[in-house]
């Protein structure tokens, strides 16, 4: 059995190696945040390295996205939302080939609206997908292309404008396993892109400090809302705790909320 358990995986590994290993990659961050005010126009760019050995097509296009706590969405409409600045944005190319072994910028150019209503983050994405062409010599066999695609977001800060506020929803108990975690879903309700630090402190029937526990950093958009798990190892059973879920701003905002943890 072992031997013929080897023999199908060396054919299948024959069969599908035509799969390609992409080697486009955007260098830098992913996420491009500039802060403008109404009417402004601001310029900027996107390095695109191709580190193969062979010349290599992309293609660049336009989407919008938004999220909540369950559901991470891609659309194809560009304009989405009504905080998507993707009608501001002009970018080129939309098609080029990166030469082997080298880089090229993606040039965008954004324009602010002149309207006194636009208030706090606007944002929306651009796509960098590597196109890989279809081998005319494999016709009739398996022919598998590796797709890796690339987000940039887009994001306005409209200066001096809008509200930071942030809403916590009952926080839940979830076990998985052996593990039991806090979870708490936080809804960005203002009008600025916040990426909140968000930790948890535990307090026995004392008042004296039991544990600090930190989440994962996410960034939330307004509008939009993300779930934040605490894992509970080492926190003794069948006690009542007296919990503080502090979600601190990169300014000077920050939000809390007290809670009574029953096991």
Same mark, same amino acid.
């Given at each position: 059995?072992?031997?013929?358990?080897? #023999?199908i995986t060396a054919f299948l590994i024959l069969l599908f190696h035509l799969s390609s290993i992409a080697s486009i990659e955007v260098v830098g961050s992913l996420r491009h945040i500039t802060k403008a005010g109404s009417g402004d126009v601001y310029k900027g760019e996107i390095k695109v390295q191709n580190s193969g050995d062979k010349d290599q097509e992309i293609k660049v296009y336009q989407t919008d996205l938004f999220y909540n706590n369950e559901d991470y969405t891609y659309y194809n409409e560009p304009v989405s939302h009504n905080r998507s600045n993707a009608n501001w944005i002009e970018y080129s190319p939309k *098609? *080029?080939?990166?030469?082997?072994?080298? @880089?090229?910028?993606?040039q965008y150019q954004i324009t602010v609206p002149d309207e006194d209503s636009l208030a706090g983050t606007y944002w929306s994405i651009l796509m960098v997908e590597g196109v890989n062409p279809i081998d005319p010599t494999m016709e009739g066999q398996f022919n598998i292309n590796t797709v890796t695609r690339y987000a940039i977001q887009l994001i306005t +800060?409209?200066? +001096?404008?809008g509200l &930071?506020?942030?809403e916590f929803l009952d926080p839940s108990l979830v076990r998985e396993g052996n593990e039991l975690f806090l979870a708490v879903d936080i809804i960005n309700t203002g009008d600025h892109y916040i990426s909140p630090d968000v930790s948890i402190e535990l307090f026995d029937d004392k008042g004296e400090s039991v544990k600090v526990i930190h989440a994962p950093k996410k /960034?939330?958009?307004? /509008? @939009?809302?993300?779930r934040y798990r605490f894992n509970l190892e080492g926190i003794a059973d069948e006690k009542t705790y007296q919990t503080i879920i502090? #979600? #601190? &701003?990169e300014g000077e905002d920050v939000f809390g909320l007290e809670? *009574?943890?029953?096991?």
């Open positions: 059995m072992i031997r013929r358990s080897l #023999a *098609t *080029t080939i990166v030469s082997a072994n080298s @880089t090229l910028f993606i +800060e409209i200066r +001096e404008s &930071g506020k942030l /960034g939330l958009f307004p /509008g @939009t809302s993300a502090i #979600a #601190a &701003g809670y *009574t943890l029953y096991f």
